[in-house]
């Protein structure tokens, strides 16, 4: 595995955020409740209550995130309140900050809170001291603080990879998770609350490593036509053969065991709630769309896009062009033949989810 410049973090600059990121949209309005029940929990503590929310992106969905803690915390003075929007520099600041000021934004509300923003990777320092009452972290911390090389010629996705090359990425997912909870740990306030919503994995017999993933179906799909490429020589064979998606799902028990073996996370946290749940939308993201072929298609690829697009350019379309044939074209075929798989296949493919909920509060 070879460590990569900052930089090539997988996600900056994802394409058409606010159109395909249904997953997320329904997430932070799923959990709406619980950030005001953990806002309501600290809503008379004496500092300052600031909420920050960690891999925000550009989408409406990191308002949804804040908004249930403004509205705990409305009779405070708004001198007291502050919100931080925190993600890489590649987010789209432009867009975010058109909405947090926009109609349905939070910033033009009476008592309407500081606003900030911090630039920078989670897997640093992103906030002062002691400063943060709530930490949010929704649909980013499943990845890791690098893109990953690794020989596994079966797969582009960690939940496939198996021996040696699953060991090694999991010592990276592992030691990505416990710097994750030490960092938010000098930014909470004593008495706040981290909570962490991501892609998650449950055990289940008979799948690969005995765990489902998130995505399965997604990634397995992306496999496909990834070796479809490869084969008729429009991907270079090395290059897919030693790419994978810097991510790793956790299931709940990795989740808790890494807190608890851990000497000084330990101290530091008390465990409110470690779970991974199913999230029930009928074991298909685009589930409304089945009965027409070609829409479905159209939304798994706008939507693989928007997540994906970035990191499978960087990582596969470009260092395989150059051969009479631009990243722009490789990337044009690949989602050709990804909506022409899931025309034909349909929910053979589908997406279905699987969330890791944790919430911990500083000690
Ligand atoms: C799928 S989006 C989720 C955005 C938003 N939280 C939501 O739920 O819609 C993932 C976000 O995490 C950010 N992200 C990924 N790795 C990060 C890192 N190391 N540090 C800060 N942000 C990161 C990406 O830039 C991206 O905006």
């Not at 953990?38 to 809503?43: C, D, G, Q, S």
């Not at 960690?54 to 308002?63: E, L, M, R, T, V």
């Not at 690098?146 to 198996?162: C, G, H, K, N």
Request: aromatic share 10%.
């Amino acid at each position: 595995m070879t460590r990569e410049t900052a930089p090539d973090r997988s996600t900056e600059g994802m394409v058409d955020y606010d159109a395909n990121s249904r997953a997320q949209k329904q997430n932070a309005l799923h959990n709406s409740d619980v950030i005001f029940d953990l806002a309501k929990r600290v809503a008379t503590q004496s500092l300052p209550l600031n909420i920050t929310d960690y891999g925000c992106g550009p989408g409406q969905s990191a308002i949804e995130t804040v908004r249930p803690a403004l509205s705990a915390w409305s009779s405070r003075p708004h001198t007291d309140l502050s919100v931080c929007h925190a993600d890489q520099p590649g987010n789209d600041w432009n867009s975010l900050m058109g909405l947090v000021f926009g109609d349905n934004g939070y910033a033009n509300d009476a008592n309407a809170p500081l606003v900030r923003t911090s630039v920078g990777s989670f897997y640093e320092r992103m906030m002062p001291d002691s400063s943060v009452t709530i930490a949010t972290c929704f649909f980013a911390s499943h990845w890791l603080s690098q893109s990953v090389r690794l020989y596994a010629p079966e797969t582009i996705w960690f939940a496939d990879l198996t021996g040696e090359a699953r060991k090694k990425m999991w010592r990276l997912a592992e030691s990505d998770w416990v710097n994750f909870l030490q960092l938010r740990a000098e930014e909470l306030q004593p008495g706040g609350y981290l909570f962490v919503s991501a892609l998650g994995a449950v055990p289940e017999a008979g799948e690969i490593n005995g765990i489902a993933a998130a995505g399965r179906g997604n990634y397995r799909a992306q496999q496909a036509v990834v070796a479809s490429m490869v084969e008729d020589g429009e991907l270079d064979r090395d290059v897919a053969d030693n790419f994978v998606f810097g991510l790793w799902f956790l299931t709940a028990d990795e989740a808790r065991q890494t807190i608890e073996r851990s000497d000084s996370l330990s101290k530091l946290y008390e465990i409110d709630t470690i779970e991974a749940e199913y999230v029930d939308d009928g074991g298909d993201l685009f589930l409304d769309c089945l009965s027409d072929p070609l829409e479905y298609a159209r939304r798994y690829s706008g939507y693989t896009r928007a997540y994906a697009g970035t990191t499978l350019r960087r990582n596969l379309f470009e260092p395989s062009s150059g051969r009479g044939r631009t990243a722009d074209e490789i990337e044009a075929e690949f989602f050709r033949r990804f909506e022409a798989l899931y025309a034909e296949k349909t929910n053979e493919y589908a997406c279905e989810q699987w969330h890791l909920k944790a919430i911990l509060k500083r000690i």
